[in-house]
């Protein structure tokens, strides 16, 4: 669903970073944005709600190159990961053409993992889209805590078609630059027409 600026030359992407909540969604893009030079960056708009942020920029990576002569820019936006926000997901998932799904590697959080996942299912589907057809990574987040399950768990849980998957730290750092690599980069192949 991305979008050509023809007076610009550049295809405009969206990049959605989805979750349960205090996953690491909001860390994951202000590492981001405060690790993209200011020259390639737009500005970080927040919408706050008493218990969850949305969080959204832009930015120009020069070092993805071009598709066919088009510069990519890349929209990046978190989204509330309750389900008492089921709109603005569904408002915000209009148009997107990759994503990235966060989960909490806490064993204490692997419920609400599931549930964030199939929740991400459905608001798809009623919007005609199929998650096996869209480019997504999968990020498992919060590596370094001691309750954290195995990956192998994670992967059993999350990962049967054997996506791209990167352990995480995201208050670190660790992994966060890598995730958005190969995210950026299934979205390209789709649109050259690789995948």
């Known amino acids: 669903m991305s979008f050509i600026n023809y007076a610009n030359k550049e295809i405009n992407c969206k990049i959605i970073y989805v979750g349960p909540g205090l996953c690491g969604k909001t860390t994951n893009i202000q590492y981001i944005y405060e690790h993209t030079r200011q020259d390639q960056r737009g500005k970080m708009v927040t919408l706050s709600t008493e218990n969850e942020r949305t969080l959204f920029f832009d930015f120009l990576p020069l070092s993805i190159g071009e598709v066919r002569g088009y510069k990519t ?3 990046l936006y978190s989204i509330p990961g309750q389900t008492f926000y089921d709109v603005s997901r569904e408002f915000i998932l209009k148009g997107v053409d990759g994503l990235v799904f966060v989960a909490d590697s806490q064993a204490e959080r692997m419920e609400a993992n599931i549930e964030s996942f199939e929740g991400l299912e459905k608001a798809l589907e ?22 954290a399950v195995s990956i192998q768990e994670l992967e059993a849980t999350f990962n049967p078609m ?3 998957y990167f352990e995480a730290v995201a208050n670190h750092g660790q992994g966060v630059m890598d995730t958005l690599q190969a995210i950026s980069q299934r979205i390209i192949k789709e649109l050259k027409g690789e995948n």
């Open 73 to 75: 820019r890349f929209h």
């Open 126 to 147: 009623r919007q005609g889209y199929d998650l096996k057809r869209l480019p997504l990574v999968l990020q498992y987040n919060k590596r370094d805590l001691p309750t």
């Open 162 to 164: 054997r996506l791209p």
